[in-house]
C-alpha cells in the first residue's frame, strides 16, 4: 500500500484502533473485530508481546489493503524500522523523535509522532509529520484542537487517550483528521467479549461520519 493511500484510509475512516494486548493472539483478534466494525486502520503497540510477529501476520492476511497496519508505541528508529520490515504500513509514537521522522520518510511510511503543545506541533510538522498525534488527549480535551486550529488550519491532528463515544464528535468537529482510540473501544477483549468491540467499532466508525454530516 502506498503512503498516500495508507493516509486516506486512516483519515476516510476516521478511526485508529489502537490495540494493546496480554498476548500476539489476543492482539489479532482484536484487530479482526475492530475490522469486522468498520475500523480499518489498526495500530499494534510495541507493548504489545511479540508485537512485530503480530503486524508480520496482520499484513500476511491483509496484503489486498483490507486494513492499514500501524505499529504504535514507537520509541526510536531501530523500533520503526523493526515494524516497517515486519510490514508495518505507519508508524505512531508517543513523542517527537526526528531520526524516527527521517527513517519514516526514507521508506515513505507514514509517521504519527506525538505532541502535546502547539509548540511541539509545529517542531513535528518540520520534522516531516504526516499527522500529528496529540497526546494524551485526555489531558488537552477537544478544545485544544479548536485553540490549535485558528494559527495552525493546516495541522492535521489526531488524539489519542480520553477519545470516547459521547465525545469523539467534537472532537471532529473541532478539527481532527482522525481520533485514536484504545481502551474505550477494546475493553471487551479482557473477558473475551470480541463481539463487542466489533459492536462498539461500529458505533465509533458511525459517530465520526455523522459528525462530518453523513448519516
Do not use: H
Amino acid at each position: 500500500m502506498k503512503k498516500i493511500q495508507t493516509l486516506q484510509q486512516i483519515t476516510e475512516c476516521g478511526v485508529v484502533a489502537v490495540v494493546r494486548a496480554e498476548s500476539a493472539a489476543q492482539a489479532i483478534k482484536i484487530a479482526d473485530a475492530c475490522l469486522a466494525g468498520g475500523i480499518k486502520a489498526i495500530e499494534i503497540t510495541f507493548t504489545v508481546p511479540g508485537a512485530a510477529e503480530v503486524i508480520k501476520s496482520l499484513a500476511e492476511r491483509y496484503k489486498n489493503g483490507e486494513m492499514a497496519i500501524g505499529a504504535g508505541t514507537v520509541l526510536d528508529a531501530a523500533t520503526a524500522r523493526i515494524a516497517i520490515l515486519a510490514g508495518a504500513q505507519y508508524v505512531v509514537s508517543p513523542c517527537i523523535d526526528e531520526e524516527t521522522i527521517r527513517l519514516c520518510n526514507t521508506y515513505q511510511i507514514p509517521c504519527l509522532p506525538g505532541a502535546m503543545t502547539i509548540k511541539e506541533v509545529v517542531q513535528a510538522m518540520r520534522a516531516g509529520a504526516d499527522i500529528v498525534k496529540v497526546f494524551p488527549g485526555e489531558i488537552v480535551g477537544p478544545n485544544f484542537i479548536k485553540a490549535v486550529k485558528g494559527p495552525l488550519p493546516q495541522a492535521p491532528l489526531m488524539p489519542t487517550g480520553g477519545v470516547a463515544l459521547d465525545n469523539v464528535a467534537e472532537w471532529i468537529k473541532n478539527g481532527c483528521v482522525a481520533v485514536g482510540v484504545g481502551g474505550n473501544l477494546t475493553k471487551g477483549a479482557k473477558t473475551g467479549d470480541y463481539d463487542s468491540v466489533t459492536k462498539v467499532a461500529a458505533e465509533f466508525v458511525q459517530a465520526v461520519k455523522a459528525a462530518r454530516g453523513g448519516k
